[in-house]
């Protein structure tokens, strides 16, 4: 029969005959060509065949005339399967006998060659018996007659693995694994030739029930299953080689590499399923194994700031359970270290300079944060550890030993120098830079009632004598302390500038009422009266005063009386009048201790424009009295201030000091009896001189204050929660009883 002539479609013989040599040229010699008239007449001949209505000449006969169709389709289907399932049989026992003349990559090399033009051709059988798979495969594989029963192509794989594959798989894989690991050595393989194993694997994972699907049975159970295993040895064997004859930076770039190298092979040529499993293992055996090395040599490198290695360490033992825990530790303990040490060698010098103790703690935390955040990525863990380390150092170092609220007590004077006006203030955003930092101590800080109680008496100050350098900076500032604390915290800080801004207000008002009884007085009055009344004006100009809130500024009332100068009793008649009749029923308490002036010399020949003395309430008291005369006794003066001897002698102390006053006769300053001259030689470079300086001794004495306060109120505190606590029994007690 010509190989162009169709066969007759009852005879199988014939049919099969002509369709056996189509399956060689396909199966055999695809690569030179199939046009289309062939293709066509051998899909033709499995259709006439399969198609027809009567058995063919070597079926069996039926005993009855009728026919069953299903019947007779069954059977013509069933021979022509079966032939095709021994003709592949025999084809692959062929390339099976051929292949065992190869070893290693050559036999990779031929099984990968015979593959790819087996699983080629098989796409083209299975087109030519597209007819078989619709009717007959169709049905039996409904009717679960056979569980053997595939679609074609599914039979030419299942056909593989059993004539082909199980014979050769112990070779093949071994080859295979032979050659991943000279790529483990150093060498150049053809990544290729495992990428087409791996993906002949796992085309051949067959789901028996359901051709359209597949699993990884073989992949896994063949290959996947034995290279782990070797996975594990290999590294096995060469980690713990390299660590004894290596140190730990070395071995964790050494394990970097190697790890990195086992994620690039699984993008190469591994299937992606195998990722985990491999990764896991090479964790496993890289780094758990060998993580007591890793965390012993983990305080040497912390010591000698090689954050490079650090952050291997860390890149590597995060991929392990518990695995950072111990460095975490380690980390906390080493900083907590480095910040008591910072705070040992400036503790040594007293009194502690705010600014020295506040950049010392700045600087532990901008090292071991940058570490953190470099070295360890910013892990929650770890900056953690870095806060636990620094509320340890911040609240508990040499310098608190005395108390623990020292630390709050210099960063709120730290914080007072940065707001205070001063030769050496901050430009703008380099304060705002500095604030944000004090925020990052503040954080750590534990008795914040106690910064609270400093940084309001220091804020006070600022406000009442005009040293703040900027309102902006104030308002920043509590703003942070806000977002840190709440409004609770700050709710008195915000009042006392609020109470600056109405102040400004009200001495506006005043001093615009002065001026209208001015011109509604002065204007109808003599000239005497004129001039009275334009020397009152002078004066007012140059008045002002601060209206603050009881509830809300940590001021005292003064422990001392005080006789109010003659030359301020009148605008001090004149605002409590106002004040009066602009808020009935508000008292006024006057803090003369919080006062200050300003008084102008005439008296003295080294300047001839006069020296201009900045002095407190007290002070003036004292200096104006020398209007009258030269010298006076300690008695003399205090009758005529009305000031305590406690309050009297500080303030000549420093006036005694300035050489503005002088002790006659090497009195002993304060004591009964001792005498003060005004000395009409007295000279300075400065045309304005601040005599109005806090001694150290009120300094301190203010400073003890505070902290009685602090104490005072968490007792306070302490009892009202303690009462609190006795209510809520008593309640409970009496909801049981009834």
């Not at 098989?122 to 009717?143: G, S, T």
């Not at 791996?198 to 994972?205: E, K, P, R």
């Not at 380690?330 to 020295?356: C, M, N, W």
């Not at 630390?407 to 730290?414: F, G, I, K, V, W």
Request: proline letters at 3%; a negative charge.
């Amino acid at each position: 029969m010509s190989s162009m002539t169709l066969p007759p479609p009852n005879d199988f013989g014939a049919t099969w005959t002509f369709l056996e040599q189509g399956l060689d040229q396909i199966m055999n010699r695809l690569e030179q060509g199939l046009d289309r008239t062939r293709y066509s007449m051998l899909y033709s001949a499995v259709h006439n065949y399969c198609a027809r209505g009567t058995p063919s000449q070597t079926s069996p006969s039926f005993s009855s005339g009728i026919m069953n169709q299903r019947a007779a389709t069954y059977l013509i289907g069933s021979e022509l399967y079966n032939s095709l399932s021994k003709w592949l049989e025999d084809h692959l026992v062929k390339i099976r006998t051929q292949s065992e003349q190869y070893m290693d990559e050559a036999l990779l090399q031929y099984y990968t060659k015979q593959w790819s033009r087996y699983t080629t051709a098989a796409r083209v059988v299975n087109n030519i018996f597209m007819y078989l798979n619709r009717y007959w495969v169709k049905r039996e594989i409904e009717d679960d007659r056979k569980n053997d029963v595939y679609d074609v192509f599914t039979l030419t794989l299942v056909c593989w693995k059993r004539h082909m594959f199980e014979f050769v798989h112990h070779n093949v894989i071994a080859a295979v694994l032979k050659l991943i690991e000279r790529e483990r050595n150093g060498e150049t393989i053809e990544t290729g030739l495992v990428k087409n194993i791996v993906d002949s694997l796992v085309s051949l994972g067959l789901d028996t029930t359901d051709s359209t699907k597949s699993n990884l049975d073989v992949y896994k159970d063949f290959f996947e299953l034995p290279f782990i295993q070797g996975t594990e040895v290999y590294y096995t064997t060469e980690s713990e080689k390299f660590i004894t004859e290596n140190s730990v930076p070395d071995y964790m770039k050494k394990a970097d590499i190697r790890l990195a190298e086992e994620e690039n092979r699984v993008e190469m040529y591994l299937h992606e399923s195998t990722h985990k499993p491999l990764i896991f293992k090479c964790e496993t055996v890289l780094v758990k194994k060998h993580s007591e090395a890793l965390w012993e040599g983990f305080q040497s490198l912390i010591d000698h700031d090689k954050q490079d290695d650090l952050h291997r360490m860390y890149s590597l033992l995060a991929r392990i359970p518990q695995g950072l825990d111990p460095l975490r530790v380690r980390f906390e303990a080493h900083v907590r270290k480095a910040g008591l040490s910072a705070i040992e060698r400036i503790a040594q010098t007293e009194p502690v300079d705010p600014k020295t103790y506040v950049d010392a703690l700045l600087e532990v935390h901008r090292k071991y944060n940058e570490l953190v955040q470099k070295a360890f990525s910013g892990e929650p863990g770890f900056v953690a550890s870095l806060d636990k380390a620094c509320g340890e150092f911040v609240n508990r170092n040499d310098v608190c030993k005395s108390t623990s609220s020292k630390s709050p007590e210099l960063l709120a004077r730290y914080c007072d120098s940065l707001l205070k006006k001063n030769a050496k203030n901050a430009e703008e955003s380099e304060l705002e830079d500095l604030l944000n930092s004090i925020m990052t101590v503040f954080k750590y800080v534990e008795d914040k009632d106690v910064f609270q109680k400093f940084y309001s008496r220091l804020l006070a100050k600022r406000l009442v004598n005009g040293t703040s350098a900027s309102d902006d900076a104030e308002g920043s500032m509590i703003s942070k302390l806000k977002e840190a604390c709440g409004f609770e915290y700050t709710s008195k800080l915000q009042r006392m500038l609020t109470d600056m801004s109405l102040s400004k207000e009200l001495n506006d008002q005043f001093k615009e009422r002065v001026q209208q009884n001015y011109n509604q007085e002065g204007s109808n009055g003599t000239v005497r009266e004129e001039v009275w009344y334009s020397e009152l004006k002078h004066r007012i100009v140059d008045f002002n005063i601060l209206v603050l809130g009881a509830g809300q500024w940590p001021l005292q009332p003064p422990n001392t009386g005080f006789n109010i100068p003659e030359d301020v009793v009148k605008t001090y008649d004149r605002f409590q009048k106002f004040y009066q009749n602009k808020y009935s029923g508000r008292k006024l308490n006057w803090l003369f201790q919080s006062c200050k002036a300003e008084l102008k010399t005439n008296y003295l020949k080294a300047s001839r424009a006069g020296y201009t003395f900045q002095v407190s309430a007290y002070q003036m008291g004292v200096l104006l009295q020398y209007n009258n005369a030269n010298v006076y006794t300690f008695e003399d003066l205090q009758k005529s201030t009305a000031l305590s001897s406690e309050a009297l002698t500080p303030a000549l102390g420093i006036l005694v000091k300035a050489k503005v006053l002088l002790l006659v006769d090497n009195d002993k300053l304060g004591e009964n009896g001792s005498r003060y001259e005004l000395n009409f030689d007295f000279k300075s470079k400065k045309i304005r001189i601040n005599l109005n300086m806090p001694m150290k001794t009120e300094q301190k004495a203010e400073a003890d204050e505070t902290h009685k306060t602090i104490e005072d109120d968490r007792k306070f505190l302490m009892q009202v929660k303690y009462i609190a606590h006795i209510q809520l029994s008593i309640i409970e007690m009496m909801d049981v009883v009834t």
